[in-house]
């Protein structure tokens, strides 16, 4: 019988099988690492790769030292629901030039959480039209920094944000907020896959004169 | 994580030292979050960097946790994870969830999981 320690809770089930992962996406100083922090069982840790920029995988680079290679450090952190399913919430740096190495690194993700401050919109713009052009579905998530508030039409407008996408606001250094920032993902991905698995209830149509 | 970062500080020779010249795994086979379990324990004289990975992932690990604990860039680790695999030390649990369609069923469990939070 396992006993729930803290010490258990920093190693995986033995029976874990199936990796999960959500991007969190933003500018520098956004809040990404508080808010995997705020929901991760593990201290987030930071990791990084190196990927040569032009010719990945196309050219042959084993064994060419001198190819020119790009680094990208990001965090992580981690949730385990069960026995089986461990989600992994990646902090993924918005700025353009790490984009290649984003849609790489990160397919096969969830969704992606774009978590802005509104002081710095226009921070989110290249993110926000990468993920749409991707077809990864996200959600924003605004981050209180105590600023002037914003009404969520406001942000909408300057973030030229499609109707379907959910937009919340939050605290990352709150684990209830940031929870329900994941949750509201979770559910946005849901309507999205919902009608290729189960029909979604129609208005019952006019009747024909 | 008290040991330096060799993977950004270094000369990058020591990364090519530690794959034997190598830059790139020979598949994709190891996403970020693929679950990695030891199949054996660590013998005498093996490189320290694969009896490291045998030690950390006695239980399932992910690759990206393994890199991380190692203090190497993922794509190195990618290339040692595939030596172990290829010798039968480690074994691999890829993700299910594939692109694009992530699986109803298994939202669902993250929806629970993360309601229980």
Known sequence: ???????????????????????????????????????????????????????????????????????????????????????????????????????????????????????????????????????????????????????????????????????????????????????????HLRTVVAPAVRPVPQPIPEPAP | MSRGRPGRDDSPDRLYTLTGGRSRAGSDAFDLVTLVVSESDPVPGMQSEHAAILRMCRLPTAVVEVAAGLGLPVSITRILLADLHDTGRISARHPRASYRLPDHDILEQVLVGLRNL
Request: glycine share 10%; hydrophobic share 40%; with cysteine.
């Open chain 1, 1 to 187: 019988m396992d006993s729930v320690t803290s010490e258990q809770r920093r190693t995986l089930h033995s029976t874990a099988d199936n990796g999960l992962k959500i991007v969190v996406v933003g500018g520098f100083g956004v809040g990404k690492t508080t808010l995997v922090r705020s929901v991760s069982e593990i201290r987030p840790l930071n990791t990084e790769e190196t990927m040569t920029q032009a010719g990945e995988g196309v050219d042959d680079t084993a064994g060419v030292a001198a190819k020119s290679a790009t680094t990208v450090a990001f965090d992580f952190g981690r949730i385990s629901f069960d026995a089986h399913n461990v989600l992994y919430l990646f902090g993924a740096p918005g700025q353009e030039r790490f984009w290649f190495l984003w849609d790489r690194l990160f397919s096969g993700t969830l969704g992606a959480v774009v978590l802005v401050d509104t002081r710095r919109l226009a921070d989110s713009w290249y993110a926000i039209d990468r993920l749409e052009h991707h077809g990864t579905p996200f959600v924003v998530a605004c981050n209180d920094f105590g600023g002037p508030a914003h009404t969520p039409a406001r942000i909408r407008g300057a973030l030229d944000l499609a109707d379907e996408v959910p937009l919340v606001m939050c605290d990352a250094r709150s684990r209830e907020s940031s929870k329900q920032v994941l949750i509201t993902l979770v559910e």
